[in-house]
């Protein structure tokens, strides 16, 4: 919506990777699954962990599993019929522990992948955690973009804040106890920087003519088309190409494939 009605984004391609989503859904298989012994194994029972990361293993950080799992896969080491995701194991722990320490992650295994993680390996793969890009702000998580000489300008009337807003206090990745930025201290001063700038029935300026038309339209260009092309197959093939060309390592090779598959799948 911000692109759209010409506003800059900042950062778009610093993306945290959680790498235990479960495949296709992208639904995420807690931290705690390996924390309370689950592990990964690639297609040939191995218990690859070891190698990556020989003194923590599967309880490496994130980043360190999520890079992990994705050589495996583009070494030809994956699962399934595509070779493109990894397993995680928790059918070797007592099924009363896993009914006990994880239900939801059985329940959500269940849904998603179809799997009874009592007795099989749940298919799980990097998936996007966390943006840390977005419309660019200050600390007042009022949106900013540029004059003609490049300072700042305010954009009067949107806050931004969350994976929306990217106030740079993140980095390229975000860590764990910074998620609390975007509740306890952003969502605090989006609040109070609203309190102070605006006050309940003062007059807006007049919506021009046709407002939101564009946007209605734009929607039921998709909604009504008959084109050939199912769209759920599309999306498959653009999840998929993602998912391998874009995700945890960006190598020049990698992106001028996935930006010819795209094209290749958007025309």
């Known amino acids: 919506m911000a692109l759209r009605a010409g506003i800059p984004m900042q950062d778009p391609e610093f993306i945290q990777f959680h790498p235990t989503g479960i495949y296709g859904s992208g639904c995420l298989m807690t931290e705690g699954c390996r924390g309370e012994g689950g592990i990964l194994r690639n297609a040939n029972g191995e218990r690859f962990m070891e190698r990556y990361a020989p003194t923590a293993k599967d309880l490496a950080s994130r980043d360190v599993v999520s890079r992990s799992m994705t ?11 595509e070779a493109d995701h990894i397993y995680l194991h928790l059918n070797h ?14 329940e959500t295994a269940h849904i998603f992948a179809g799997v009874d993680g009592t007795k099989e390996p749940i298919p799980v793969i990097p998936t996007v955690h966390y943006n840390m890009g977005g419309i660019p702000t200050n600390y007042r998580t009022e949106s900013l973009t540029l004059n003609p000489d490049g300072s700042d300008k305010l954009i009067k009337g949107l806050l931004a804040s969350g994976e929306a807003g990217c106030a740079s206090v ?3 990745n975000r860590l764990g106890a910074n998620s609390l930025l975007d509740l306890v201290i952003f969502g605090r001063a989006s609040a109070k920087a609203t309190a102070e700038d605006y006050k309940p029935g003062q007059t807006q300026k007049e919506l021009p003519a046709g407002a939101g038309e564009e946007a209605i339209a734009k929607l039921d260009r998709i909604r009504y088309s ?10 498959n093939q653009l999840q998929r190409t993602m998912q391998r060309n874009c995700a945890v390592f960006r190598k020049q090779d990698l992106l001028e494939e996935g930006c010819k598959k795209v094209t290749e799948i958007t025309t």
């Open 170 to 172: 993140h980095g390229a």
């Open 226 to 235: 008959n084109g050939t092309e199912p769209t759920a197959r599309i999306r």
């Open 93 to 106: 722990l007592p099924a009363e522990t896993l009914m006990e320490r994880l239900p939801g992650i059985l």
């Open 71 to 81: 050589m495996e896969i583009l070494e030809g080491r994956g699962v399934g019929p």
